[in-house]
Nanobody
């Protein structure tokens, strides 16, 4: 099994920054993609950013230019640098990993953007 643990969420004012981290443990061999999704209250979970092992990146239009995903493949860790945060970014952010053809999710970390 694969476990994903997120950290770095919190309360930040509009225009501020946060950096999320996600570490994979357990059966990590075979991970081919890591990324981030988020779910706001009353809304469906949505893609934020993905990064396969080939270093390509894919971002939601709403975060392009503000968020940056990165990975340390050797450490099985993914990061999400979030800048110029907006109240609409408030959500639970879930780490995601694909191992072979199976999808895994972390429990999530709360990000609240409010003055």
């Amino acid at each position: 099994q694969l476990q994903l643990v997120e950290s770095g969420g919190g309360l930040v004012q509009p225009g501020g920054s946060l950096r999320l981290s996600c570490t994979a443990s357990g059966s990590t061999f075979g991970i081919n993609t890591m990324g981030w999704y988020r779910q706001a209250p009353g809304k469906q979970r949505e893609l934020v950013a993905l990064m396969p092992n080939d270093d390509r990146t894919d971002y939601a239009d709403s975060v392009k230019g503000r968020f940056t995903i990165s990975r340390d493949i050797a450490k099985n860790t993914a990061y999400l640098q979030m800048n110029t945060l907006k109240p609409d970014d408030t959500a639970v952010y879930h780490c995601y990993a694909r191992r072979w053809r199976a999808d895994y999710w972390g429990q999530g970390t709360q990000v609240t953007v409010s003055s």
